[in-house]
């Protein structure tokens, strides 16, 4: 068990609507990423917030958005969804404070959009 | 810019043979390395990393990698297989300074078989 919770694990949803996944970073964990697994794109960075700060950005749509909350934990929207957004969507935290420290991955969220 | 090159999709190979998975990077700045390992239906988990000093890394269950600065290069080994070490390998990068997000390889699909 890694310490970060994602949910829900499955979702299946169908063109055109929105879906919120949630992460829950480790305890103590400040910084928090998300991903995305698919087929033909492989394991995408998505976005990095930071104690509630968004620190990075990768390949995310503009449908896409992302937040952390006060408490840390952290919820990535996804809207407009199109077939191609089907896909395994992972969350990982870290006490990241400037140089490199492990990132601890969930067991990620699997969306297929029908 | 950075990217990763895993030169091997699908690995088949007998128990207590050895392996090695090939990892090759390329990037403009300094950048730290790791190999995560995917069970099926799971997260990914650290196997290990190089950050600075010696090249030569050692990883949980029997895993070793090489970091070859001149070959950008990153070299995941294993003396021995074993039937629980069949899942999907990814090499990645995190460059300096940049947050701590992960710069994944398309993965290797190491087999192991009887």
């Known amino acids: 068990d890694s310490g970060v919770t994602q949910t829900p694990k499955h979702l299946i949803t169908a063109t055109g609507q929105r879906v919120t996944l949630r992460c829950s970073p480790r305890?103590?964990?400040?910084?928090v990423y998300w991903y995305q697994q698919s087929l033909d794109q492989g394991l995408q960075f998505l976005i990095q917030y930071y104690n509630g700060e968004e620190r990075a950005k990768g390949n995310i749509l503009e449908r896409f958005s992302a937040q952390q909350f006060p408490d840390l934990h952290s919820e990535l929207n996804l809207s407009s969804l199109e077939l191609g957004d089907s896909a395994l969507y992972f969350c990982?935290?870290?006490?990241?404070?400037?140089?490199?420290?492990?990132?601890?991955f969930g067991q990620g969220t699997r969306l297929t959009v029908v | 810019a950075q990217s990763v090159t895993q030169l091997d999709s699908q690995v088949p190979v007998f128990e207590e043979a050895p392996v090695e998975l090939r990892c090759n990077y390329s990037s403009s700045v300094s950048v730290y390395l790791f190999w995560y390992v995917q069970y099926p239906n799971q997260g990914l988990q650290l196997l290990l990393k190089?950050?600075?000093?010696?090249?030569l890394v050692k990883g949980i269950n029997g895993f070793e990698a090489e970091f070859n600065k001149s070959q950008t290069s990153f070299h995941l080994r294993k003396p021995s297989v074993h039937i629980s070490d069949t899942a999907e390998y990814f090499c990645?990068?995190?460059?300096?300074?940049?947050?701590?997000?992960?710069?994944f390889g398309q993965g290797t699909e190491l087999s192991v078989k009887p």
């Open positions: 990645a990068v995190s460059p300096y300074n940049q947050g701590g997000k992960l710069i």
């Open positions: 305890s103590g964990d400040l910084s």
């Open positions: 990982a935290s870290s006490s990241f404070t400037g140089t490199a420290t492990e990132a601890f």
């Open positions: 190089y950050l600075s000093g010696s090249t």
